[in-house]
Nanobody, 121 residues
Framework: VQLQASGGGLVQPGGSLKLACAGS????????VAWFRQAPGKEREFLAS????????AYADSVKGRFTISRDNAKNTVHLQMNSLKAEDTAVYYC???????????????WGQGTLVTVSS
């Protein structure tokens, strides 16, 4: 499966942004999809994951209550709605997919190219 992340940009603190991860190839709806981010000089950080059916989600404590992951399998797309953004949310955001793994480690088989989110006034 190939992944394309989009939707990044410049947003003011307290603002919102919605990222999209478009999947192409076979059976996107059989993959767990997750979002990660990587800030300059820091390790890649797990944010959220969603099961193939969309019925199960998981979030990192750092974004719980502010970020929401969702998916539309009919459109082969997974979204990350980000609210109440802070300067420390500035990073490159990546989506990843795997048919078996659904945890917070970098064990996903497929990765998108990343989209930059900058939170600044």
């Amino acid at each position: 499966v190939q992944l394309q992340a989009s939707g990044g940009g410049l947003v003011q603190p307290g603002g919102s942004l919605k990222l999209a991860c478009a999947g192409s190839g076979r059976a996107f709806d059989s993959y767990v999809v997750a979002w990660f981010r990587q800030a300059p000089g820091k390790e890649r950080e797990f944010l959220a994951s969603i099961s193939w059916s969309g019925t199960s989600t998981a979030y990192a404590d750092s974004v719980k209550g502010r970020f929401t992951i969702s998916r539309d399998n009919a459109k082969n797309t997974v979204h990350l709605q980000m609210n109440s953004l802070k300067a420390e949310d500035t990073a490159v955001y990546y989506c990843a997919a795997d048919q078996a793994y659904a945890g917070p480690l970098l064990e996903y088989d497929y990765w998108g190219q990343g989209t930059l989110v900058t939170v600044s006034s």
